[in-house]
């Protein structure tokens, strides 16, 4: 049961192009949204989150769009550079009112995302 | 500040032995978070430990176990490791809440 999804493995763009990174999810307990860069044998590095109360969050080049009806939500990078290249993870959490929320963290299975010069 | 600190960076075992992972949070984080990623599964969540308790567990059979110590450190051991235990085991801490900061990982290899 994959609660979170991201149906892109993949995605090039051209430098200084837009990306956009997508993820659904099922469990509407959710109520916290994160999106992780990562390179190969190292942690997931923090980007940017959205809480469950706003449809929009930005910070410098990377926006998250969450739309709750339709349980989506996006990441956009612009514009997108040779240095953004890595996975990119989705993940979501349930607050304590989901009873069994701490600390978890779902990820989506990642997005390989390719930026050429 | 520092950051999320594990220990060791690598570790090969064998089939049959046990294992312990170490993870030092940022200072004055107080949640601890494992995870384990494997190409098949993902990122999966192992358990989290706060003020030295265990709050949460994922879906690992017992052989899996961990614990906080009073300053926050936690460790992480597998015992009568397989092959499937092959993995790189990430732990993650946090203040409260929601944002949670990342370590490099652990890359276990069992042969």
């Known amino acids: 049961d994959q609660q979170v999804k991201q149906n892109s493995p993949s995605l090039s763009v051209q430098e200084g192009r837009i990306s956009i990174l997508n993820c659904d999810y099922t469990n509407s307990m959710f109520d916290y949204f994160l999106w992780y860069k990562k390179y190969p044998a190292e942690g997931p590095t923090f980007l940017i989150s959205?809480?469950?109360?706003?449809d929009k969050n930005e910070d410098g080049r990377f926006t998250v769009f969450l739309n709750k009806s339709a349980k989506h939500l996006s990441l956009h990078i612009v514009p997108s550079q040779p240095g953004d290249s890595a996975v990119y993870f989705c993940?979501?959490?349930?607050?304590?009112?989901?009873?069994?929320?701490?600390?978890?963290?779902?990820f989506g299975q990642g997005t390989i995302l390719t930026v050429h010069p | 500040k520092a950051g999320v600190t594990q220990t060791p960076r690598y570790l090969i075992k064998t089939r049959g032995q046990q294992v312990t992972l170490s993870c030092s949070p940022i200072s004055g984080h107080r949640s601890v978070s494992w995870y384990q990623q494997t190409p098949g599964q993902g990122l999966q969540f192992l358990f989290e430990y706060f003020s030295e308790t265990q709050r949460n567990k994922g879906n690992f059979p017992g052989r899996f176990s961990g614990r906080q110590f009073s300053n926050s450190r936690s460790e992480m051991n597998v015992s009568t490791l397989e092959l499937g235990d092959s993995a790189l085991y990430l732990c993650?801490?946090?203040?409260?809440?929601?944002?949670?900061?990342f370590g490099s990982g652990t890359r276990l290899t069992v042969v």
């Open positions: 993650a801490s946090s203040l409260e809440g929601h944002g949670y900061t």
């Open positions: 993940a979501a959490s349930a607050g304590p009112a989901g009873g069994t929320s701490y600390g978890k963290l779902t």
């Open positions: 959205i809480s469950s109360i706003k």
